[in-house]
């Protein structure tokens, strides 16, 4: 509750300022306004009720990676692929003949009057690999267990941290979380992108996130890799491993996307998953040990 007392004569104002510091992460909504005014003998009262609502939004805590025991380099690896890596549609590199399969949008219009013949755009390889990442924000496997807040905001964190070092690096980014975000009620989806306030975007997501997840972390993973482009780097943040997060893990790696898997809390690998990055960055302990940290 914000509480004013006021003294205010005819046709004057009052503006007041308030610095406020984020210490807990959230969308904090401020509102409805109840006003009322009245004489100094109280002898005449009105009241009324303002519906606005607006909100304020605390980022989760952003740490570098090398806080989490992550490498400060190339900490998914530099994976390579047997096939040509996304084309950069922005990096015109020349044209050349047509062939059935082409997408027809990058046709070379001014290459065809040229040469009397179907002619279509040839660009270079994109030198960034899109990062998707996929957030778990169940800490226990069964519902009735509850919520550990602790391993969920660190789990956020973890995720936020990701995020910050490769849009710092130059990747487009994107993220998947299997809750809602509130207020708006909507899954948390955004796909991997370079626009200039992607990491805004997806550090007001996780800010609103919910408390708990509606889908499993490993169907939310399968589902939404049908969408990403080839050559994208997976990495999946969880609280939880169980055996058929790691089957949908190597089966992505089939697919040769780069997959990772960033650990937490209870979670470990009993054995190494073939061509999946694994690292644990610890439990409670540790994000009691980032409460020190400064922001990032």
Not at 44 to 59: G, N
Not at 211 to 223: C, D, M, Q, S
Request: hydrophobic share 40%; glycine share 8%; aromatic share 12%.
């Amino acid at each position: 509750m914000l509480v004013n007392l006021l003294s205010l004569r005819w046709y004057e104002k009052v503006t007041r300022h308030y610095r406020l510091r984020g210490t807990r992460r959230g969308a904090w909504q401020f509102g409805p306004v109840e006003i009322a005014s009245g004489d100094i003998f109280g002898f005449a009262t009105r009241r009324e009720k303002l519906p606005d609502r607006q909100f304020i939004l605390v980022y989760p805590k952003i740490v570098p990676l090398t806080a989490l025991g992550l490498p400060a380099r190339y900490p998914f690896g530099d994976f390579k692929t047997p096939r040509r890596l996304i084309e950069d549609p922005i990096r015109l590199m020349g044209a050349r003949e047509y062939v059935p399969g082409d997408n027809f949008r990058y046709i070379h219009w001014k290459a065809t009057a040229r040469r009397q013949t179907l002619q279509t755009k040839v660009f270079e390889p994109s030198a960034a690999r899109p990062l998707a990442i996929f957030l778990n924000i169940n800490t226990f496997d069964r519902v009735y267990e509850g919520i550990d807040p602790d391993l969920q905001e660190f789990a956020i964190t973890t995720a936020a941290s990701i995020a910050r070092w490769a849009w710092e690096e130059g990747y487009p980014i994107g993220l998947y979380v299997n809750s809602v975000a509130q207020p708006g009620g909507e899954r948390i989806r955004i796909r991997p992108g370079s626009h200039p306030d992607q990491l805004s975007w997806i550090l007001e997501a996780l800010a609103k996130v919910v408390g708990y997840g509606r889908w499993p972390i490993e169907a939310v993973t399968l589902v939404e890799s049908r969408g990403l482009r080839y050559g994208t780097t997976i990495v999946v943040v969880t609280p939880i491993i169980n055996e058929r997060l790691c089957e949908v893990l190597i089966d992505l790696q089939r697919y040769e996307f780069g997959v990772a898997l960033v650990a937490l809390g209870e979670a470990r690998l009993e054995k190494p998953l073939p061509g999946v990055r694994y690292y644990h960055v610890g439990g409670r302990e540790v994000w009691h040990e980032l409460g020190s940290l400064e922001l990032a």
